[in-house]
């Protein structure tokens, strides 16, 4: 599975951006997808994911409410819409899929096994 993250850029506190994630390759075998985030000098930390049986999607408690998490399942594409963004949203925004994730381990980056390439929000003040 290849994961190629865009969508990133710079922007206003406040606004709105919409990352994307588009799949390819053995596309149906994964049965969870995440985001994920890294700002500089901190670890890579949860944003959101869900599991691809239908469960309702998963969400950092810092983001809930701003950031939406869909899919486009025709198109094997990941979006995440992100709102009322703030300076301590910038990060690089990674997006993942794993072979065997369960609710209890969504947030552990260890438990996916595809990455993409990660794609630079900067939001300023």
């Known amino acids: 599975v290849q994961l190629q993250a865009s969508g990133g850029g710079s922007v206003q506190a406040g606004d709105s951006l919409r990352l994307s994630c588009a799949a390819s390759g053995r596309t149906n075998g994964y049965t969870g997808v995440g985001w994920f985030r890294q700002a500089p000098g901190k670890e890579r930390e949860f944003v959101a994911g869900v599991r691809l049986s239908g469960t309702n999607p998963m969400y950092a408690d810092s983001v809930k409410g701003r950031f939406t998490l869909s899919r486009d399942n025709a198109k094997n594409t990941l979006f995440l819409q992100m709102s009322a963004l703030t300076p301590d949203d910038t990060a690089v925004y990674y997006c993942?899929?794993?072979?065997?994730?369960?609710?209890?381990?969504?947030?552990?980056?260890?438990?996916?096994?595809?990455w993409g390439q990660g794609t630079l929000v900067t939001v300023s003040s």
């Open positions: 993942a899929a794993s072979n065997g994730i369960i609710t209890s381990s969504m947030t552990i980056p260890e438990r996916y096994d595809y």
